[in-house]
């Protein structure tokens, strides 16, 4: 789950990370309320999205090439600049030509900044420990780092019996070129960092830049936080911080049901059972030619209501041409996957291309099913034989 930069500040500065004053501002004149109860004499307007690249993004149809992230000096240009973000469309690179509409902004306190640098925590897949990651390429995207100049990245492995160390924040610090009053503070700030992504099941903190300031301390300048949704039941006060509007609707809709969804840009609509399985379907469909649209893994135990969303959910993107579903049946049965697939078809009237490979618990059954439906359904052999079919019958229709 995401949060937005306000909400993440928020709640890392309850564990002593340092950042900037600021409020929320739903409206100009709250953003000048707002604005007035800070130091100044500079602000920092920011467009509040759930994707990064705000500063470099534009406003679709505004002429001043302005991005979400605007400098004002004076209360009366931070209400003209939240005047001219709340309401309208900003597009950046993680956004997709379409955009997010910008429904509040943050207004920020400036500072002097110093150096930009880059600070991030995530768990590393490879060792199942938390890897700090720093640089001194602050404001840059860190897969952009990680391409051109790996040995610009330090990282530190955790170890979760004892936790982060102070002398892994002083390595840290040091290989970023602090120095003096500037080290204690980067160490303050990882150690209080660490312990929020811990405390918070966090799958990522993400601090870009880390700015040191003229005065010699380290502040978050942006942050992005995002969470384990599998641990939300924990933090219920977490969970009620989760902006629905930002959300894909049918990504939200996929979770009512308890699916794992991610949206995709492609044509092929998938339908798999267990996030391996459906990884390797969306990998055979771009060999044999084609695109996925999403991915969609029901889960072990699937009912047969479940798999009815899921079907009705895939056909609600109206860039889907054809399906794939693809099931192994070991504690999902196949012909609960059949009825449901039926179920679905008959009720959205299906009109694109439908090819369905199971095998395992009960196939025989499942394949009478889907036989005896009377639908235009093409049934498949093994995967490669699915996504051969799926790929030529989609071509085929247009």
């Known amino acids: 789950m995401n949060i937005h930069e306000y909400q993440a500040k928020e709640l890392l500065a309850k564990y002593g990370v340092a950042v900037l004053k600021g409020g929320v501002a739903w409206t100009p004149d709250e953003a000048a309320r707002v604005a007035a109860s800070l130091p100044g004499p500079v602000y920092v307007v920011k467009a509040q999205i759930h994707a990064g690249g705000r500063g470099k993004g534009r406003f679709a149809g505004d002429a001043s090439g302005k991005g979400g992230v605007r400098l004002a000096r004076s209360i009366d240009e931070v209400a003209a600049e939240a005047g001219a973000m709340i309401g309208k469309v900003l597009v950046t690179a993680q956004t997709g030509p379409a955009g997010k509409k910008v429904q509040r902004v943050y207004v920020e306190d400036g500072c002097e900044i110093a150096r930009e640098l880059y600070l991030g ?89 880390l700015v040191v300031t003229r005065a010699g301390e380290v502040v978050a300048l942006d942050a992005k936080v995002a969470f384990d949704d599998n641990a939300l039941f924990r933090h219920p006060d977490v969970a009620a911080l989760r902006d629905e509007t930002e959300m894909d609707p049918k990504e939200l809709e996929a979770g009512r049901h308890d699916l794992n969804y991610v949206a995709l840009d492609g044509n092929i609509g998938c339908m798999v059972n267990g996030a391996g399985l459906a990884m390797a379907t969306m990998d055979i469909i771009k060999l044999y030619g084609g695109e996925p649209a999403n991915f969609l893994d029901v889960g072990g135990g699937a009912t047969k209501e479940r798999v009815a969303a899921a079907f009705k959910i895939i056909l609600s993107d109206p860039k889907v041409e054809g399906i794939l579903v693809n099931i192994f049946g070991g504690i999902m049965r196949c012909d609960v996957i059949a009825e449901g697939v039926v179920a679905a078809a008959r009720e959205v009237s299906l009109n694109v291309p439908l090819v369905v490979r199971l095998e395992g618990t009960n196939v025989e059954l499942g394949k009478k099913i889907l036989a005896a439906s009377g639908l235009p359904i093409v049934s498949a052999d093994n995967l490669a034989d699915a996504a051969e079919k799926i790929v030529r019958e989609v071509k085929k229709a247009a």
């Open 121 to 209: 925590m995530l768990i590393d897949r490879g060792t199942g420990r938390v890897v700090v990651m720093a640089s001194t390429e602050g404001g840059v995207e860190i897969e952009e780092v990680a391409a051109a100049h790996p040995e610009r990245i330090l990282r530190a492995v955790v170890d979760p019996v004892v936790g982060l160390q102070p002398f892994q924040g002083r390595r840290l610090a040091f290989g970023l070129g602090l120095a003096g009053r500037q080290v204690g503070s980067f160490v303050a700030f990882v150690t209080a960092m660490y312990r929020a992504f811990t405390e918070l099941d966090c799958g990522i903190v993400e601090i870009n830049p």
